[in-house]
């Protein structure tokens, strides 16, 4: 934390109502551990209340004393918003009283701690917290103590939401409350350890009824495909006509009829949420099925799950897939990807992953970055959203599928490997974050490098699909070349020490895993490997139809081998082994069949593997498929 002084007095407000005496609280060498627990006592907030409030808003991380996308700072996430900034979704009118997007202020006001300590020290944000939470309890005309069950303070923390309405900040107490009654440990961002224990109360939630604000809805549409506890407000991408053939900006199918939804894809947009909204409304631009906004994660919907995006950049994964964009920049990770996103946007994987009956795991809750090329053409100018600061672990935490952390099996050649490096700590080296040449800020990676030898010096592993030329991947933010991310699998080599080599991209591929801090488990599953006798066989970007199963009047769609391939020896893991051979053929407004808005359905198989960095496919009939050792 910050420094600001040895130790720091404070002046608050009493259970009575009245200025305490001034009181020590911990200063900047105490641990934060022990500001919660101070501050809980001094402002009678139970501390299972204020630790949980702090995680759910921010997983107690300090944001370095910067702000987070919506003005909030600190463990507490204290905010100070200019009033300009707050609109809502239309950018016609303020969705909330601008005082309750200031409450740095008046948690000032409360404490008397100037707003400087508020944001830098995290033991002053703490008290900050504690003192608002104390005085909603207090307007509620609800007892305060330290002593008081949690049970009661259902209303103060849907008031500390400072949202818009009543029901908003009702899906905000109930996550509170759930985190509650699962309790939770973890390092926050500054080293710091903190511990929740488990604490399951049944609050009274008629609270929530006492707060002065509109009753709102938990769907502002009825229509939307989004679950109860998520606030969601339909927005549609227009289907449009926009003559000489052309139109926008996706295309009305009959999923899963026409083709089922195998993957989420998780988007970042790559700019602000208003304008990612003004993009999605215009029909002469592309569309993806979900934005989510950083600040609260308030989501919209535009295209139903039964129609075909455009959002992939590969037809054959957006036939098969629903689209979620999450407002931030993929260089600058956490500022953006904040604790509310990750939590709605969760909700939503959940939903639809039991809607569509989509297996909860890595090779089909995937990132933008995980899709492949559809021709060799394609593949440099794939995309590399969410980027290297999504935190994959902590997501499919909250998703309730924990990537895989601990080894039944030895980790030895032949055998799966999940990569899990951990996040907060796993600081790796990028540059370009700011511009060229520039070293990125040091923060939480969700991946490891891979080297082509099992030296720390050696050079990073090399991709020729994006670096033609055969030079060495960097460590330039955008370059995914050489980057084996949480949850993604690969077949072990060889093992030598500490370091495991993979194969990566039909070559040998090494990182360090050290028995005593291990960043890959091994796992049971399926692999492929070249029948006996191929030297070689092919991988693609898309499992389409052979020639002979396209009917009349729809030309074949050619299947072409990216340039890479699996060499004789070589296993690659199986990430689904029960994809369909088909290609949605929808070309036209007016769309009729039997010619157009048809699925083709070949009887050729294929398998989705995990293939370096990206997923990919090969014919079945190239491989044998057997259990990993």
């Known amino acids: 934390m910050t420094a600001v002084a040895l130790a720091i007095t404070v002046t608050g407000v009493s259970s009575s109502g009245g200025p305490p005496a001034a009181a020590s609280i911990p200063g900047p060498s105490a641990t934060a551990a022990s500001a919660f627990s101070a501050a809980a006592a001094k402002y009678g907030v139970p501390e299972s209340v204020l630790l949980a409030v702090s ?51 008046k948690a000032s006001e409360l404490t008397g701690l100037d707003p400087v300590a508020l944001r830098n020290d995290t033991a002053a944000n703490i008290e900050g917290g504690a003192a608002l939470l104390a005085s909603y309890q207090r307007s509620l005309g609800l007892p305060v103590g330290a002593d ?81 506890s998520l606030g969601c407000e339909w927005l549609p991408a227009p289907y449009q006509d926009l003559g000489n053939g052309d139109y926008g900006n996706h295309d009305l199918a009959n999923r899963p009829k026409t083709g089922k939804i195998d993957y989420i894809i998780v988007h970042d947009t790559e700019g602000g949420w208003q304008g990612t909204l003004n993009l999605v409304q215009d029909p002469t631009y592309v569309s993806w099925q979900y934005t989510m906004r950083s600040s609260d994660g308030h989501t919209w919907q535009h295209v139903k799950s039964d129609d075909v995006a455009w959002h992939a950049g590969n037809w054959y994964v957006n036939m098969h897939s629903v689209g979620i964009e999450h407002e931030g920049f ?20 959940r939903y639809l992953a039991a809607k569509h009956r989509i297996p ?11 899709i492949p090329g559809t021709i060799p053409s394609t593949v440099r100018g794939m995309h590399w959203d969410p980027g290297p600061y999504w935190d994959w672990e902590h997501y499919f935490d909250l998703i309730g599928a924990p990537i895989y952390g601990h080894s039944i099996f030895p980790v030895k ?39 082509q030898a099992p030296d720390d010096a050696a050079p990073l592993v090399k991709d020729i699909g994006l670096r033609p030329d055969g030079s060495d991947s960097t460590t330039v933010v955008s370059d995914i070349g050489a980057r084996a991310a949480a949850g993604s699998q690969y077949v072990v080599a060889k093992r030598q020490g500490d370091w495991v080599a993979v194969w990566y991209l ?43 199963a396209y009917p009349e009047g729809i030309p074949y769609q050619v299947v072409t081998p990216l340039q890479y391939s699996i060499l004789a020896g070589q296993a690659y893991p199986v990430g689904d082994a029960s994809i ?10 007016d769309g009729q069949p039997p010619t157009d808005h048809v699925q083709v359905v070949g009887k050729d198989r294929y398998y989705q593997i995990w293939f370096g960095h990206r997923m990919a496919y090969v014919r079945a009939a190239d491989v044998d498929l057997r259990p990993a050792i």
């Not at 507490?76 to 239309?90: E, F, G, Q, Y």
């Not at 993929?330 to 994987?349: D, F, H, I, P």
């Open 55 to 105: 995680y759910a808003e921010t997983r107690w991380d300090d944001h370095q004393g910067a702000s987070s996308t919506d003005g909030g700072y600190g463990p507490m996430h204290l905010t100070a918003v200019d009033p300009s900034r707050v609109i809502d979704l239309s950018g016609k009118r303020k969705v909330a009283k601008t005082s309750s997007l200031r409450t740095l202020y």
């Open 148 to 228: 008081t069950s949690a049970a009661q303070w259902y209303g103060a923390v849907a008031s500390y939401a400072e949202a818009s309405d009543r029901a908003s900040a009702a899906v905000f107490a109930d996550d509170v409350y759930s985190i509650m009654a699962r309790g939770a440990a973890r390092t926050t961002n500054t080293g710091q350890q903190v511990v929740m224990p488990a604490v399951a109360v049944s609050p009274d939630k008629s609270q929530v009824n006492k707060l002065s604000l509109p009753a709102g809805t938990k769907a502002t549409n009825s229509g939307v495909e989004c679950p109860a």
């Open 330 to 349: 993929a260089a600058q990770g956490a500022t953006w990807y904040t604790e509310t996103l990750y939590r709605n946007s969760a909700k939503l994987v």
């Open 360 to 370: 909860l795991d890595r090779a089909h809750i995937i990132g933008h970055d995980q």
């Open 413 to 451: 050649p032949g055998s799966i490997v999940t990569i899990k490096p951990g996040f907060d700590d796993n600081v790796q080296v990028l540059t370009n974050c700011t511009g060229a040449g520039t070293t990125c800020t040091p923060q939480g990676t969700n991946f490891v490098y891979l080297r």
């Open 506 to 548: 039909g070559a040998i591929a090494w990182f360090k895993s050290p028995a005593s801090d291990p960043d890959a488990f091994a796992k049971p599953g399926l692999v492929v490997k070249p029948k006996k006798g191929k030297a070689s066989v092919p991988v693609y970007g898309r499992a389409y139809p052979e020639e002979a």
């Open 580 to 589: 369909e051979t088909d290609y949605y053929r929808a070309v036209t407004f």
